[in-house]
């Protein structure tokens, strides 16, 4: 079955560590983005990635990188820099970034500092 | 600026009951969409509907309809006679055509809690 898949579905992190949350799609979708969802409030973009080898920051990029190395691969680190990383993490992807797709969302990745 | 309000942070109905889910946005562009989108307990967040400005029309499918309008910037979702399997956080959503991307502009959520 096509989908998005997001690991792993728990993540800790200690202080000044770098974490990589996978996220791998067999859509065949251009499109991927990463989105942040913290209790009580709406998803936050970080990043997107329209075409393989280019990717643009969203909303809150700060402590945070991608990269697009393969069509169906957008990694996202959280990097020390990031100093309030607990969040769930969401990934998804769209056939080809245009405005009127809708998205599909894998099932996230709850991250948690120790 | 684009924005997406969900007032409503927590429902809580009987099994059976009907219960409306409120959604306001603000956007200066004419052409835009509005989403829902619903997280089970699973995480992930599942489509539910996708409707363009220039359809006002109101819409239903099953249990679920869908009233949009336009002059009053809203894009409510009224889930009849809930069910136990309903419960879950619902997201309303938008998106400007004058964005080249994919990015959607998400509201608070609005937890809804069926109880037998």
């Known amino acids: 079955d096509g989908g998005i898949t997001q690991s792993p579905k728990y993540l800790f992190r200690k202080e000044g560590q770098n974490v990589t949350l996978s996220c791998e799609q067999n859509?065949?979708?251009?499109?991927m983005y990463w989105y942040r969802q913290d209790p009580g409030q709406g998803l936050r973009l970080i990043y997107y990635?329209?075409?393989?080898?280019?990717?643009q920051k969203g909303d809150i990029a700060e402590g945070y990188s991608v990269s697009r190395e393969k069509k169906e691969s957008f990694p996202l680190t959280v990097t020390s820099a990031q100093k309030n990383p607990t969040a769930f993490y969401l990934c998804?992807?769209?056939?080809?970034?245009?405005?009127?797709?809708?998205?599909?969302f894998g099932s996230g990745t709850q991250l948690s500092v120790l | 600026a684009q924005k997406v309000t969900q007032a409503q942070t927590e429902i809580s109905v009987v099994e059976k009951e009907d219960v409306t889910l409120d959604c306001v946005y603000e956007?200066?562009?004419?052409?835009?969409?509005l989403f829902w989108y619903k997280q089970p307990p699973s995480g992930e967040l599942v489509f539910l509907i996708r409707?363009?400005?220039?359809?006002?029309q109101n819409e239903i499918s099953g249990r679920y309809s869908w009233n949009f309008q336009k002059s009053t910037s809203s894009f409510n979702f009224t889930i009849t006679a809930s069910q136990v399997v309903d419960s879950a956080v619902y997201f309303c959503a938008l998106k400007s055509l004058s964005s080249n991307t994919g990015k959607l502009i998400f509201g608070q959520g609005t937890t809804l809690q069926v109880k037998p």
């Open positions: 956007t200066r562009d004419t052409t835009y969409y």
């Open positions: 859509l065949n979708h251009d499109a």
């Open positions: 990635s329209q075409i393989v080898n280019d990717f």
């Open positions: 409707r363009n400005s220039f359809d006002e």
């Open positions: 998804a992807s769209s056939p080809s970034g245009s405005r009127a797709e809708k998205l599909f």
